[in-house]
């Protein structure tokens, strides 16, 4: 099973842009669909971005459908969420995790979750 070590994250004005990064070990990495989600304090974990194993295949919660990309490089065993025209409302926690089933859009599909990435964007 993948170890994940989310960074990137920092203080950023609305209206501006930030990439994070899930970095990933193990030698089956490239097996495992990854998934984006974010917590903000108060509320639940939620979905924001998948790719499957390959990276051929992405899905976006309408949330941030045009603002985000998330990809991956399997050579670097690292996945990145390319975030842009951000907002106030996408101040979270970002966690990354593996699906070991497949490539889920809901939190209880995913497992070995990271310790997270605080962003914090400012208005």
């Known amino acids: 099973q993948p170890q994940l070590v989310e960074s990137g994250g920092r203080l950023v004005q609305a209206g501006g842009s930030l990439r994070l990064s899930c970095a990933g070990s193990?030698?089956?990495?490239?097996?495992?669909?990854i998934g984006w989600f974010r917590q903000a304090p108060g509320k639940e974990r939620e979905f924001v971005a998948a790719?499957?194993?390959?990276?051929?295949?992405?899905y976006y919660a309408d949330s941030v459908k045009g603002r985000f990309t998330i990809s991956r490089d399997n050579a670097k065993n690292t996945i990145y969420l390319q975030m842009k025209s951000l907002k106030s409302e996408d101040t979270a926690v970002y966690l990354c995790?593996?699906?070991?089933?497949?490539?889920?859009?809901?939190?209880?599909?995913?497992?070995?979750w990271g310790q997270g990435t605080q962003v914090t964007v400012s208005r």
């Open positions: 995790a593996a699906d070991l089933r497949g490539i889920g859009a809901k939190v209880t599909d995913y497992d070995n």
């Open positions: 193990g030698r089956t990495f490239s097996s495992y669909a």
């Open positions: 790719i499957n194993f390959s990276g051929g295949v992405t």
